[in-house]
Protein backbone atom coordinates (compact mmCIF):
# COMPACT_ATOMS: atom_id res chain seq x y z
CA UNK A 1 0.00 0.00 0.00
CA UNK A 2 0.98 3.53 -0.30
CA UNK A 3 2.60 4.95 2.76
CA UNK A 4 0.06 7.84 2.60
CA UNK A 5 -2.94 5.54 2.65
CA UNK A 6 -1.51 3.64 5.45
CA UNK A 7 -0.72 6.90 7.25
CA UNK A 8 -4.87 7.43 6.66
CA UNK A 9 -5.68 4.51 7.84
CA UNK A 10 -4.19 4.82 11.24
CA UNK A 11 -5.23 8.04 11.94
CA UNK A 12 -8.79 6.49 11.35
CA UNK A 13 -8.13 3.33 13.49
CA UNK A 14 -6.67 5.55 16.42
CA UNK A 15 -9.82 7.87 15.82
CA UNK A 16 -12.00 5.21 16.00
CA UNK A 17 -10.76 3.90 19.05
CA UNK A 18 -10.30 7.50 20.64
CA UNK A 19 -14.40 7.66 19.87
CA UNK A 20 -15.11 4.07 21.23
CA UNK A 21 -13.49 4.90 24.25
CA UNK A 22 -15.46 8.33 24.68
CA UNK A 23 -19.03 6.45 23.95
CA UNK A 24 -18.15 3.79 26.42
CA UNK A 25 -17.12 6.61 29.20
CA UNK A 26 -20.13 8.89 28.41
CA UNK A 27 -22.56 5.57 29.26
CA UNK A 28 -20.33 4.83 32.40
CA UNK A 29 -21.24 8.73 33.55
CA UNK A 30 -24.93 8.46 32.16
CA UNK A 31 -25.56 5.44 34.31
CA UNK A 32 -23.77 6.53 37.47
CA UNK A 33 -26.50 6.14 40.02
CA UNK A 34 -26.18 8.16 43.56
CA UNK A 35 -23.52 7.17 46.27
CA UNK A 36 -25.75 4.17 47.15
CA UNK A 37 -24.69 0.48 47.47
CA UNK A 38 -24.00 -0.43 43.83
CA UNK A 39 -24.23 -4.25 42.55
CA UNK A 40 -22.29 -4.56 40.36
CA UNK A 41 -23.26 -7.30 38.07
CA UNK A 42 -21.71 -8.72 35.13
CA UNK A 43 -22.97 -8.41 31.35
CA UNK A 44 -22.35 -10.03 28.71
CA UNK A 45 -20.61 -8.42 26.24
CA UNK A 46 -21.82 -7.52 22.97
CA UNK A 47 -19.92 -8.92 19.91
CA UNK A 48 -16.70 -6.17 19.39
CA UNK A 49 -15.18 -8.05 16.62
CA UNK A 50 -18.16 -7.46 14.24
CA UNK A 51 -18.33 -3.83 15.30
CA UNK A 52 -14.97 -3.27 14.31
CA UNK A 53 -14.93 -4.99 11.00
CA UNK A 54 -18.35 -2.55 9.90
CA UNK A 55 -16.31 0.37 11.29
CA UNK A 56 -13.01 -0.59 9.38
CA UNK A 57 -15.03 -1.53 6.42
CA UNK A 58 -16.84 2.22 6.32
CA UNK A 59 -13.12 3.36 7.21
CA UNK A 60 -11.81 1.81 3.91
CA UNK A 61 -14.66 2.60 1.63
CA UNK A 62 -14.26 5.79 3.01
CA UNK A 63 -10.35 5.83 2.41
CA UNK A 64 -11.04 4.36 -1.18
CA UNK A 65 -13.71 7.40 -1.83
CA UNK A 66 -10.96 9.30 0.01
CA UNK A 67 -8.66 8.01 -2.42
CA UNK A 68 -10.41 8.09 -5.88
CA UNK A 69 -11.28 12.04 -4.77
CA UNK A 70 -7.53 12.42 -4.21
CA UNK A 71 -6.05 11.02 -7.43
CA UNK A 72 -9.14 12.92 -9.03
CA UNK A 73 -8.05 16.25 -7.64
CA UNK A 74 -4.43 15.25 -8.34
CA UNK A 75 -4.86 14.44 -12.01
CA UNK A 76 -7.17 17.84 -11.78
CA UNK A 77 -3.58 19.23 -10.42
CA UNK A 78 -1.40 17.42 -13.27
CA UNK A 79 -3.38 18.93 -15.23
CA UNK A 80 -3.21 22.30 -13.94
CA UNK A 81 0.56 22.04 -13.21
CA UNK A 82 1.03 20.63 -17.25
CA UNK A 83 -1.17 23.11 -18.44
CA UNK A 84 0.39 26.28 -16.52
CA UNK A 85 4.04 24.61 -17.60
CA UNK A 86 2.90 24.84 -21.20
CA UNK A 87 1.49 28.40 -20.16
CA UNK A 88 4.36 29.32 -18.69
CA UNK A 89 6.63 27.57 -22.13
CA UNK A 90 4.83 29.85 -24.09
CA UNK A 91 5.31 32.99 -21.20
CA UNK A 92 9.06 32.37 -21.54
CA UNK A 93 9.14 32.47 -25.46
CA UNK A 94 6.67 35.74 -25.51
CA UNK A 95 9.40 37.07 -22.73
CA UNK A 96 12.32 36.29 -24.83
CA UNK A 97 10.60 37.15 -27.99
CA UNK A 98 9.70 40.68 -26.37
CA UNK A 99 13.52 40.98 -25.15
CA UNK A 100 14.43 40.32 -28.59
CA UNK A 101 11.50 43.21 -29.95
CA UNK A 102 13.14 45.63 -26.96
CA UNK A 103 16.80 44.83 -28.07
CA UNK A 104 15.47 45.72 -31.62
CA UNK A 105 13.46 49.02 -30.02
CA UNK A 106 16.85 50.19 -28.02
CA UNK A 107 18.96 49.80 -31.45
CA UNK A 108 16.37 51.48 -33.55
CA UNK A 109 16.46 54.41 -30.83
CA UNK A 110 19.73 54.77 -30.43
CA UNK A 111 19.90 54.97 -34.76
CA UNK A 112 17.19 57.23 -34.30
CA UNK A 113 18.97 59.56 -31.52
CA UNK A 114 22.24 59.43 -33.65
CA UNK A 115 20.11 60.15 -37.15
CA UNK A 116 18.23 62.78 -35.23
CA UNK A 117 21.80 64.28 -34.23
CA UNK A 118 22.88 64.08 -37.46
CA UNK A 119 20.06 65.89 -38.75
CA UNK A 120 20.06 68.23 -36.25
CA UNK A 121 23.77 69.32 -36.69
CA UNK A 122 22.58 69.52 -40.34
CA UNK A 123 19.93 71.65 -39.42
CA UNK A 124 22.30 74.03 -37.70
CA UNK A 125 24.77 73.98 -40.94
CA UNK A 126 22.05 74.55 -42.74
CA UNK A 127 20.75 77.44 -40.44
CA UNK A 128 24.63 79.32 -40.63
CA UNK A 129 24.32 78.80 -44.61
CA UNK A 130 21.22 79.88 -45.11
CA UNK A 131 22.64 83.01 -42.77
CA UNK A 132 25.90 83.22 -44.93
CA UNK A 133 23.53 82.56 -48.24
CA UNK A 134 21.50 85.82 -46.94
CA UNK A 135 24.41 87.41 -45.91
CA UNK A 136 25.99 87.35 -49.66
CA UNK A 137 22.61 88.11 -51.11
CA UNK A 138 22.34 91.47 -49.43
CA UNK A 139 26.19 92.23 -50.09
CA UNK A 140 25.57 91.30 -53.59
CA UNK A 141 23.18 93.33 -53.93
CA UNK A 142 25.34 96.33 -52.49
CA UNK A 143 27.51 95.34 -55.29
CA UNK A 144 24.89 95.24 -57.54
CA UNK A 145 23.42 99.16 -56.61
CA UNK A 146 27.52 100.07 -56.38
CA UNK A 147 27.65 98.64 -59.48
CA UNK A 148 24.79 100.36 -61.13
CA UNK A 149 26.21 103.51 -59.66
CA UNK A 150 29.37 102.78 -61.42
CA UNK A 151 28.29 102.18 -64.75
CA UNK A 152 26.32 105.50 -64.53
CA UNK A 153 29.58 106.97 -63.39
CA UNK A 154 31.36 105.29 -66.15
CA UNK A 155 28.87 106.82 -68.57
CA UNK A 156 29.42 109.96 -67.39
CA UNK A 157 33.36 109.56 -67.53
CA UNK A 158 32.75 108.38 -71.12
CA UNK A 159 31.29 111.80 -72.11
CA UNK A 160 33.68 113.11 -70.10
CA UNK A 161 36.52 111.52 -72.08
CA UNK A 162 35.17 111.84 -75.28
CA UNK A 163 35.39 115.76 -74.68
CA UNK A 164 38.37 115.55 -73.21
CA UNK A 165 39.80 113.43 -76.51
CA UNK A 166 38.63 116.07 -78.64
CA UNK A 167 40.72 118.40 -76.82
CA UNK A 168 43.50 116.59 -76.41
CA UNK A 169 43.56 115.70 -79.79
CA UNK A 170 43.80 119.20 -80.77
CA UNK A 171 46.13 120.29 -78.14
CA UNK A 172 48.19 117.26 -79.63
CA UNK A 173 48.71 119.06 -83.22
CA UNK A 174 49.55 121.91 -81.05
CA UNK A 175 52.31 119.91 -79.18
CA UNK A 176 53.61 118.21 -82.73
CA UNK A 177 54.20 121.70 -83.69
CA UNK A 178 55.42 122.64 -81.05
CA UNK A 179 57.76 119.29 -80.71
CA UNK A 180 59.30 119.83 -83.99
CA UNK A 181 60.31 123.07 -82.94
CA UNK A 182 61.69 122.25 -79.96
CA UNK A 183 63.94 119.50 -81.84
CA UNK A 184 65.47 121.86 -83.73
CA UNK A 185 66.13 123.71 -80.41
CA UNK A 186 67.40 120.98 -78.95
CA UNK A 187 69.79 119.99 -81.66
CA UNK A 188 71.33 123.32 -81.69
CA UNK A 189 71.67 123.16 -77.84
CA UNK A 190 73.03 119.42 -78.18
CA UNK A 191 75.96 121.38 -80.69
CA UNK A 192 76.33 123.53 -77.89
CA UNK A 193 76.30 121.36 -75.17
CA UNK A 194 79.41 119.22 -77.13
CA UNK A 195 81.68 121.77 -77.86
CA UNK A 196 80.83 123.18 -73.92
CA UNK A 197 81.84 119.77 -73.23
CA UNK A 198 84.99 119.34 -74.92
CA UNK A 199 85.79 122.84 -73.48
CA UNK A 200 85.36 121.32 -69.89
CA UNK A 201 87.11 118.11 -70.52
CA UNK A 202 90.21 120.78 -71.55
CA UNK A 203 89.44 122.14 -68.56
CA UNK A 204 89.01 119.37 -66.17
CA UNK A 205 92.50 118.03 -67.27
CA UNK A 206 93.81 120.84 -66.72
CA UNK A 207 92.42 121.16 -63.28
CA UNK A 208 93.43 117.68 -62.16
CA UNK A 209 96.92 118.35 -63.40
CA UNK A 210 96.83 121.51 -61.15
CA UNK A 211 95.84 119.51 -57.98
CA UNK A 212 98.00 117.04 -58.24
CA UNK A 213 100.93 119.48 -58.46
CA UNK A 214 99.21 121.50 -55.43
CA UNK A 215 98.61 117.64 -53.60
CA UNK A 216 102.34 117.50 -54.34
CA UNK A 217 103.34 120.57 -53.48
CA UNK A 218 101.32 120.62 -49.88
CA UNK A 219 103.14 117.35 -49.16
CA UNK A 220 106.23 118.86 -50.64
CA UNK A 221 105.67 122.23 -48.21
CA UNK A 222 104.69 120.11 -45.07
CA UNK A 223 107.61 117.95 -45.35
CA UNK A 224 110.05 121.17 -45.00
CA UNK A 225 107.79 122.76 -42.94
CA UNK A 226 109.24 122.93 -39.43
CA UNK A 227 106.64 122.61 -37.03
CA UNK A 228 107.28 124.29 -33.62
CA UNK A 229 108.04 122.18 -30.24
CA UNK A 230 105.14 122.82 -28.73
CA UNK A 231 102.79 121.53 -31.43
CA UNK A 232 104.76 118.28 -31.89
CA UNK A 233 104.40 117.70 -27.72
CA UNK A 234 100.82 118.74 -28.01
CA UNK A 235 100.33 115.93 -30.94
CA UNK A 236 102.57 113.68 -28.29
CA UNK A 237 100.38 114.21 -25.72
CA UNK A 238 96.77 113.98 -27.37
CA UNK A 239 98.25 110.36 -28.70
CA UNK A 240 100.27 108.80 -26.09
CA UNK A 241 99.63 104.89 -24.77
CA UNK A 242 100.40 103.39 -22.26
CA UNK A 243 102.05 99.77 -22.15
CA UNK A 244 102.16 97.92 -18.83
CA UNK A 245 103.95 94.52 -18.86
CA UNK A 246 103.60 91.34 -16.15
CA UNK A 247 106.53 88.70 -16.35
CA UNK A 248 105.87 85.90 -13.89
CA UNK A 249 108.66 82.77 -12.81
CA UNK A 250 108.98 80.83 -9.58
CA UNK A 251 111.55 80.98 -7.13
CA UNK A 252 113.64 78.52 -5.76
CA UNK A 253 111.05 77.84 -3.22
CA UNK A 254 108.46 77.36 -5.22
CA UNK A 255 107.22 80.59 -4.91
CA UNK A 256 105.23 83.24 -7.67
CA UNK A 257 107.36 85.40 -8.15
CA UNK A 258 106.16 88.67 -10.49
CA UNK A 259 107.44 91.83 -11.95
CA UNK A 260 105.33 94.84 -13.58
CA UNK A 261 106.55 97.53 -15.53
CA UNK A 262 104.66 100.33 -17.77
CA UNK A 263 106.18 103.02 -20.14
CA UNK A 264 104.46 106.11 -21.91
CA UNK A 265 104.97 106.02 -25.50
CA UNK A 266 103.43 106.36 -28.83
CA UNK A 267 102.36 103.88 -31.91
CA UNK A 268 104.74 104.05 -34.92
CA UNK A 269 104.05 102.84 -38.32
CA UNK A 270 106.09 102.27 -41.91
CA UNK A 271 102.71 102.42 -43.60
CA UNK A 272 101.82 98.70 -43.01
CA UNK A 273 103.11 97.35 -39.57
CA UNK A 274 102.06 99.41 -35.91
CA UNK A 275 103.95 98.98 -33.27
CA UNK A 276 104.83 100.89 -29.78
CA UNK A 277 107.85 101.78 -29.40
CA UNK A 278 109.60 101.64 -26.02
CA UNK A 279 113.40 101.13 -24.14
CA UNK A 280 114.25 98.08 -22.55
CA UNK A 281 114.60 99.41 -18.68
CA UNK A 282 111.03 100.69 -19.03
CA UNK A 283 110.23 96.54 -19.37
CA UNK A 284 110.53 94.30 -16.79
CA UNK A 285 113.50 92.40 -18.66
CA UNK A 286 116.55 92.56 -17.92
CA UNK A 287 119.88 92.23 -20.67
CA UNK A 288 122.21 90.32 -18.60
CA UNK A 289 124.69 87.06 -18.32
CA UNK A 290 123.24 84.90 -17.07
CA UNK A 291 119.92 85.71 -17.77
CA UNK A 292 116.58 85.14 -15.95
CA UNK A 293 114.09 82.44 -17.26
CA UNK A 294 110.74 83.75 -16.71
CA UNK A 295 107.28 81.59 -16.96
CA UNK A 296 104.87 83.30 -18.50
CA UNK A 297 103.89 87.49 -19.93
CA UNK A 298 101.05 89.27 -19.83
CA UNK A 299 100.28 92.75 -20.89
CA UNK A 300 98.11 95.23 -22.21
CA UNK A 301 98.33 98.91 -23.69
CA UNK A 302 95.54 101.68 -22.98
CA UNK A 303 94.70 104.96 -24.43
CA UNK A 304 92.23 106.22 -21.87
CA UNK A 305 89.73 103.97 -21.16
CA UNK A 306 90.59 101.62 -23.78
CA UNK A 307 92.83 98.40 -23.24
CA UNK A 308 94.08 95.72 -26.14
CA UNK A 309 96.28 92.71 -25.22
CA UNK A 310 99.83 92.68 -25.78
CA UNK A 311 100.52 89.46 -27.76
CA UNK A 312 104.28 89.65 -28.25
CA UNK A 313 107.43 91.52 -27.72
CA UNK A 314 110.25 91.63 -30.67
CA UNK A 315 114.33 93.16 -29.64
CA UNK A 316 115.02 95.68 -32.28
CA UNK A 317 117.57 93.83 -34.51
CA UNK A 318 119.84 96.48 -34.62
CA UNK A 319 120.25 97.43 -30.65
CA UNK A 320 118.07 94.89 -28.37
CA UNK A 321 117.82 98.00 -25.80
CA UNK A 322 114.96 99.22 -28.17
CA UNK A 323 111.75 97.06 -27.49
CA UNK A 324 109.09 96.52 -30.28
CA UNK A 325 105.55 95.87 -29.60
CA UNK A 326 103.33 94.80 -32.41
CA UNK A 327 99.88 96.30 -32.48
CA UNK A 328 97.26 95.32 -35.42
CA UNK A 329 95.19 97.63 -37.26
CA UNK A 330 92.29 96.22 -35.28
CA UNK A 331 93.97 96.85 -31.56
CA UNK A 332 95.08 100.40 -33.32
CA UNK A 333 91.00 101.49 -34.48
CA UNK A 334 90.16 100.24 -31.30
CA UNK A 335 92.35 102.17 -29.48
CA UNK A 336 91.41 105.23 -31.56
CA UNK A 337 95.00 106.95 -30.85
CA UNK A 338 96.64 108.12 -34.31
CA UNK A 339 100.13 106.63 -35.06
CA UNK A 340 103.31 108.12 -35.74
CA UNK A 341 104.77 107.80 -38.81
CA UNK A 342 108.56 106.80 -39.57
CA UNK A 343 110.80 110.23 -41.05
CA UNK A 344 111.44 109.52 -44.23
CA UNK A 345 114.35 111.86 -44.16
CA UNK A 346 115.97 112.06 -40.86
CA UNK A 347 118.45 114.59 -41.53
CA UNK A 348 116.26 117.13 -43.35
CA UNK A 349 116.87 119.28 -40.64
CA UNK A 350 119.57 120.03 -38.45
CA UNK A 351 117.59 120.01 -34.74
CA UNK A 352 114.78 117.76 -33.42
CA UNK A 353 112.17 117.68 -31.06
CA UNK A 354 113.36 115.34 -27.85
CA UNK A 355 110.60 114.10 -25.58
CA UNK A 356 111.08 112.52 -22.09
CA UNK A 357 107.43 109.96 -22.22
CA UNK A 358 107.25 109.06 -18.64
CA UNK A 359 109.26 112.82 -17.33
CA UNK A 360 107.18 115.19 -18.84
CA UNK A 361 109.52 117.36 -20.48
CA UNK A 362 110.43 118.25 -23.83
CA UNK A 363 112.89 120.45 -25.54
CA UNK A 364 115.05 121.36 -28.84
CA UNK A 365 118.37 119.57 -29.50
CA UNK A 366 120.74 119.60 -32.04
CA UNK A 367 121.85 115.73 -33.35
CA UNK A 368 124.99 115.40 -34.95
CA UNK A 369 125.92 112.41 -37.90
CA UNK A 370 128.74 109.72 -36.56
CA UNK A 371 129.94 108.05 -39.09
CA UNK A 372 131.13 105.56 -36.94
CA UNK A 373 127.45 104.93 -36.33
CA UNK A 374 125.43 104.90 -39.08
CA UNK A 375 122.55 103.90 -37.83
CA UNK A 376 122.53 106.59 -34.64
CA UNK A 377 122.35 110.20 -34.14
CA UNK A 378 124.22 111.72 -31.85
CA UNK A 379 123.13 114.36 -29.54
CA UNK A 380 124.74 117.89 -29.10
CA UNK A 381 124.67 118.21 -25.59
CA UNK A 382 126.07 121.98 -26.12
CA UNK A 383 123.27 123.29 -27.75
CA UNK A 384 120.22 121.83 -25.66
CA UNK A 385 117.21 124.12 -25.52
CA UNK A 386 114.66 123.11 -22.99
CA UNK A 387 110.97 124.53 -23.44
CA UNK A 388 108.82 122.68 -20.65
CA UNK A 389 110.22 120.93 -17.18
CA UNK A 390 113.69 120.11 -16.06
CA UNK A 391 115.44 118.89 -19.25
CA UNK A 392 118.03 116.39 -19.02
CA UNK A 393 118.00 114.44 -21.43
CA UNK A 394 118.09 110.39 -21.08
CA UNK A 395 117.64 106.89 -22.56
CA UNK A 396 113.97 105.79 -23.38
CA UNK A 397 113.43 109.43 -24.44
CA UNK A 398 111.73 109.92 -27.82
CA UNK A 399 113.23 111.82 -30.58
CA UNK A 400 110.96 113.26 -33.34
CA UNK A 401 111.81 115.12 -36.39
CA UNK A 402 110.72 119.09 -36.80
CA UNK A 403 108.07 117.65 -39.46
CA UNK A 404 106.44 116.05 -36.50
CA UNK A 405 107.68 112.62 -37.60
CA UNK A 406 109.26 110.08 -35.26
CA UNK A 407 113.20 109.77 -36.08
CA UNK A 408 114.27 107.15 -33.15
CA UNK A 409 114.18 106.25 -29.72
CA UNK A 410 117.69 107.28 -27.62
CA UNK A 411 119.73 104.10 -26.30
CA UNK A 412 122.13 106.27 -23.74
CA UNK A 413 122.60 109.71 -22.79
CA UNK A 414 124.08 110.62 -26.11
CA UNK A 415 122.83 108.82 -28.72
CA UNK A 416 119.75 107.95 -30.67
CA UNK A 417 118.68 104.64 -32.68
CA UNK A 418 117.12 105.98 -35.84
CA UNK A 419 114.15 103.81 -36.87
CA UNK A 420 113.90 103.18 -40.24
CA UNK A 421 112.29 99.27 -40.59
CA UNK A 422 111.05 97.04 -37.86
CA UNK A 423 113.16 94.29 -38.03
CA UNK A 424 113.49 91.58 -34.65
CA UNK A 425 116.66 89.95 -33.22
CA UNK A 426 114.29 87.55 -30.80
CA UNK A 427 110.66 87.84 -29.87
CA UNK A 428 108.71 86.34 -26.76
CA UNK A 429 104.88 85.70 -27.04
CA UNK A 430 102.48 86.37 -24.53
CA UNK A 431 100.04 84.76 -22.48
CA UNK A 432 102.29 81.09 -22.66
CA UNK A 433 104.02 78.74 -20.97
CA UNK A 434 107.51 79.93 -21.38
CA UNK A 435 109.43 77.74 -19.05
CA UNK A 436 110.77 75.00 -22.01
CA UNK A 437 111.39 78.16 -23.87
CA UNK A 438 114.39 79.14 -21.49
CA UNK A 439 114.04 82.95 -21.68
CA UNK A 440 117.40 83.70 -20.14
CA UNK A 441 119.39 82.50 -22.23
CA UNK A 442 117.87 84.56 -25.31
CA UNK A 443 118.30 87.71 -23.07
CA UNK A 444 122.28 86.45 -22.16
CA UNK A 445 122.79 86.07 -25.91
CA UNK A 446 121.22 89.77 -26.41
CA UNK A 447 123.41 91.16 -23.62
CA UNK A 448 126.87 89.78 -25.62
CA UNK A 449 125.04 91.20 -29.09
CA UNK A 450 124.94 94.50 -27.09
CA UNK A 451 128.73 94.47 -25.83
CA UNK A 452 129.50 94.34 -29.80
CA UNK A 453 128.50 97.45 -30.72
CA UNK A 454 130.99 100.19 -30.33
CA UNK A 455 131.93 101.55 -26.75
CA UNK A 456 130.14 104.78 -27.40
CA UNK A 457 126.96 103.27 -28.02
CA UNK A 458 126.83 100.52 -24.86
Known sequence: ??????????????????????????????????????????????????????????ALQDERASREQLQQQLAQIRGATTQQQTQLGERDQE??????????????????????????????????????????????????????????????????????KQRLGNQLQLAEVEQRDATERATMLQQEVQAAHAENTELAKGFQTLATNSSQLRQEIQANTALAPNTIFSKFVSNRVEAGIIADRSSWYGEDVSKSKSAETVLVTDGTNIFALCHVQDTPLTLWDPGTDWDKFTGTITWQSEKVPIHSLWFDGQDPRVVLIPVSQADAARLGCKPFHISSDPYRFQDAVLVGADEGYYGECNFQIDLDTSHYLRLDRSLLKGLFGKFNPSRGDLVFSRTGDLLGIMVNNTYCLTIRNFVAAAT????????????????????NNLFSLPLQLQ
Not at 120 to 135: F, G, I, N, W
Not at 431 to 447: C, I, K, P, V, W
Open 95 to 164: NRRLQQQFAASQTNIENLGSQLQAVSTQAQMSEQQLKLAKAETHHDAQLIAALHQQLESLALSNLLVQTE
Open 428 to 447: IPFNQDLRSRHTGGMLAELY
Open 1 to 58: MNRSILIVICDFLLLSLLTFSTDINRMADENTQPPTKVVVASNTPVNAGADLAAVMQR
